[in-house]
Structure formats: structure tokens, C-alpha cells
T-cell receptor, first 109, second 115 residues
């Protein structure tokens, strides 16, 4: 079983749609959680950190459920520019940061 | 100008050749990392360095070596390249904050093909 698992997609949605991505992690001692965005053939960039209380940044909302070892990312009012791969990232301590394989999103006009 | 740069951006080489990938950063970060990315897999850590004299193996270090020449420079070498080392390689940096895990900043990547 992978340490961080994501649905690879692709998710194909029309502009204006709401889309949700899920991620599960296997190490219950994991300490910190993030979503990164990676555009095609580009480097990953931090989108947002994920806190137990949930956090929101504009159209993006991230949630963490430690009991279920589950992280989510919700994108409201999707834009064409949201098309990218979204990486779930889990820090488990020491040097160990685990990147999920990513979920691809295509937003269509 | 980019804060984390990598050279070369693309490289095609043959099996058995020695290859060096270079990474430089102007962010002043202590911590530097080398990852590889393969389709369908997440980024996997090859080596990391928390300071100039600190070198540590990641999860897939076999067949690779690194050198931290200065705080700003971290090089990855493939001593004898093989085809399954064909991948997209990223260098990353992060700052040191006691008790926290902070953002990693990635270079633009090096696409390496080993024939």
C-alpha cells in the first residue's frame, strides 16, 4: 500500500463547477499536510497547508480528518487556469516528506 | 530571476555515462533536496542536505551521489547512467524553522533520458 494515495483522475469539469479531491495516508504519526499544484512539465508549488480545523483560501478549501487519515481539497467555481495536477503531501517527521502521485484536473470552457 | 535554478534543463545520454545535474539557489535556505518524478509515482527523495557538511540518503539513493559545494549549490551525479534512471529530476530548498515543516521551493526540473 502506498503511504499517500490519491485518485489519479483525470477529473474533467466545466468552468464554474465544484470539484473535490481526496487523499489518504497510512502513517498515523504524520505531522503536517499540504496540497501542492503542478502544472504540466513544471515544478510543484505550494497551494496551501492543511489544518485539522480546516482552512480556506479564496475558492480553495482544505480539510484534514486525522481519525480517518484523510485529506481533502475542494475547488469552487473552477476556472480554466485551475487545470493542473494536485499533489497531496504528508510530512511524517525527520526528513520524510511523502508526495502523492497527484490528481489531474482539466477544466473545460 | 528564478530563486532555484537547475542545469541542464534537458539531457539525453547513453548507458554507462557519468552525468552531473547542478542546482543553485538564491533563497539563502540551508536545506536542499534532490527528487525524481516518474509517471504515476509521486516525487521520490534521492538525497537531502540540511547544511553544507551534511549529506543524507533518501529513499532511492542507489546509483546516485551528491555534493554540497556551498550553501547555495547542490549537485547530483549519476556515476554510470542506466535507462531506468530516465526521469524528471527536481531540486528543492526549504528554510529551517525549529519545530515546523515549511514550504519546499522547487527548481524547474531536469528531464533526463538515458538510452
Amino acid at each position: 500500500r502506498k503511504e499517500v494515495e490519491q485518485d489519479p483522475g483525470p477529473f474533467n469539469v466545466p468552468e464554474g463547477a465544484t470539484v473535490a479531491f481526496n487523499c489518504t495516508y497510512s502513517n498515523s504519526a504524520s505531522q503536517s499536510f499540504f496540497w501542492y499544484r503542478q502544472d504540466c512539465r513544471k515544478e510543484p508549488k505550494l497551494l496551501m497547508s492543511v489544518y485539522s480545523s480546516g482552512n480556506e483560501d479564496g475558492r480553495f478549501t482544505a480539510q484534514l480528518n486525522r481519525a480517518s487519515q484523510y485529506i481533502s481539497l475542494l475547488i469552487r467555481d473552477s476556472k480554466l487556469s485551475d487545470s493542473a495536477t494536485y499533489l497531496c503531501v504528508v510530512y511524517t517527521g525527520g526528513f520524510k516528506t511523502i508526495f502523492g502521485a497527484g490528481t489531474r484536473l482539466f477544466v473545460k470552457a | 530571476d528564478a530563486d532555484v535554478t537547475q542545469t541542464p534543463r534537458n539531457r539525453i545520454t547513453k548507458t554507462g555515462k557519468r552525468i552531473m545535474l547542478e542546482c543553485s539557489q538564491t533563497k539563502g535556505h540551508d536545506r536542499m533536496y534532490w527528487y525524481r518524478q516518474d509517471p504515476g509515482l509521486g516525487l521520490r527523495l534521492i538525497y537531502y542536505s540540511f547544511d553544507v557538511k551534511d549529506i543524507n540518503k533518501g529513499e532511492i539513493s542507489d546509483g546516485y551521489s551528491v555534493s554540497r559545494q556551498a550553501q547555495a549549490k547542490f549537485s547530483l551525479s549519476l556515476e554510470s547512467a542506466i535507462p531506468n534512471q530516465t526521469a524528471l529530476y527536481f531540486c528543492a530548498t526549504s528554510d529551517r524553522l525549529a519545530g515546523e515543516v515549511n514550504e519546499q521551493f522547487f527548481g524547474p526540473g531536469t528531464r533526463l533520458t538515458v538510452l
